[in-house]
């Protein structure tokens, strides 16, 4: 006990003890004042505590609320999956103005078509080169891109959409593809009505080979011979134009929108072209007109940079374009005619034509005219489709009757 106090007294005396004392005292007051913290920060850990509560609470509830909402849709499509839905006969003319007529002194149809449509959208584009080619007299309701009220009256919220006069209802139709096909099918044999012909297009609700849940009407390339088979064409031919009508909607549309739409600058472009071959200033008001071309331009420009990489484009996407259009001239040159259809153009020469015509006042077309012996085709096309219209058009004065 005594040496141990000798040597207490010795430390004392030495640099090292008081060092040591010194980190003591430390130790101790940082250990206060931790304390004293911990003291004062006591409610807020309370509250810190609650918040994490109520945060696992609400996630949770979010969690459980979106699982819930999954396993809903999930068994609706599971419901739904495989059903058929016919198509509709709407009971009242839908409550819309106007934008304009095509008369056509050849129809002889007594059709009585009212085409919902954007006037550069390449689906409508595809719908009005077949009316035009055919000579067909039509109405049109030019629908606002941003608020598409023209098709409220319509659970279908895209266009085109075809409504044709059946006695005092009005059969709609869906789907660029299956109007041109029903259309065809009707044109060649008159014998069954369009609304009967309209049943053998049901839409499918189905998962589609991407996995993605659909409303499909499956069968929408092909044409009804409800008495006779076509006379002009033969099945090889039925088939190449099956085979090209869905290349052009399954991958030639698809290098569009990112040619279209490349820069900013080319957005604002195709969009203020949109909007003069439109005449938006005539059906729409300035407000909205504006909100159309600023939202859709920018909109377009950032959405065209994910179809690019959806669909596998080149970096450069006028060379995907150009591509594709080389394909298409590369297989008519093969097959030695003038058109994909011979001397006349075919189904699939309409359809390559319409979408092409959709962009017609886009600088990527016009690269294209200069970069591909695209011209001659397409002119000598513009020239049939033209030729067989008769085509006087009237502005908007009437509501649909
Ligand atoms: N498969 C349809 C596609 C129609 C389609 O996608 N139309 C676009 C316009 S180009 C549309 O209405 N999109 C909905 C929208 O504008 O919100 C057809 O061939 O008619």
Redesign the pocket.
């Known amino acids: 006990m005594a040496a141990f106090h000798r040597l207490h007294i010795i430390l004392r005396k030495t640099k090292c003890f008081n060092e040591f004392i010194r980190f003591n005292r430390s130790i101790l007051n940082s250990l206060t004042i931790r304390s004293l913290c911990t003291y004062i920060e006591q409610p807020k850990s309370k509250n810190n505590f609650k918040f994490s509560l109520i945060g696992t609470a609400v996630g949770f509830a979010l969690g459980i609320g979106y699982a819930l909402k999954e396993i809903a849709s999930a068994k609706q499509k599971l419901a739904l999956e495989g059903t058929i839905v016919g198509t509709k006969l709407l009971k009242h003319k839908p409550d819309v103005k106007l934008s304009r007529t095509v008369f056509s002194h050849i129809d002889n149809t007594g059709l009585q078509l009212t085409l919902f449509q954007?006037q550069s959208?390449?689906?409508?584009c595809k719908v009005r080169v077949l009316l035009d080619y055919y000579g067909l007299s039509y109405d049109v309701v030019e629908v606002d891109?941003v608020f598409?009220q023209e098709i409220s009256w319509s659970n279908y919220?895209?266009?085109?959409i075809l409504l044709v006069k059946i006695d005092r209802e009005y059969q709609i139709l869906?789907?660029?593809?299956m109007i041109v096909s029903l259309l065809t099918s009707y044109l060649n044999s008159k014998s069954v009505k369009i609304n009967e012909l309209a049943k053998f297009y049901p839409t499918m609700v189905m998962y589609n080979e991407k996995g993605q849940f659909k409303h499909e009407i499956v069968n929408k390339y092909f044409l009804m011979y409800p008495n006779s088979v076509f006379q002009d064409k033969d099945l090889n031919h039925i088939n190449e134009e099956y085979k090209w009508r869905k290349w052009t909607?399954n991958v030639f549309i698809h290098t569009l929108s990112p040619n279209v739409y490349r820069t900013l600058k080319e957005a604002y472009q195709t969009f203020n072209w949109f909007s003069k071959v439109g005449h938006w200033d005539e059906y729409f008001p300035f407000w909205e007109q504006a909100i159309m071309v600023h939202v859709g331009a920018f909109a377009m420009w950032l959405i065209s940079k994910r179809l690019k990489k959806r669909h596998n484009l080149k970096d450069n996407v006028r060379e995907s374009f150009y591509d594709e259009i080389n394909i298409w001239l590369y297989e008519i040159k093969i097959k030695g005619g003038i058109f994909m259809g011979g001397l006349n153009p075919d189904l699939c020469d309409l359809t390559v034509y319409g979408v092409l015509n959709s962009i017609e006042g886009c600088q990527a077309f016009k690269d294209a005219l200069i970069n591909t012996n695209l011209g001659t085709w397409y002119n000598a096309v513009k020239e049939k489709v033209d030729s067989h219209s008769d085509r006087r058009m009237t502005t908007r004065t009437k509501y649909l009757t």
């Open positions: 954007y959208c390449p689906f409508c891109p598409r919220r895209k266009v085109p869906t789907d660029s593809s909607d």
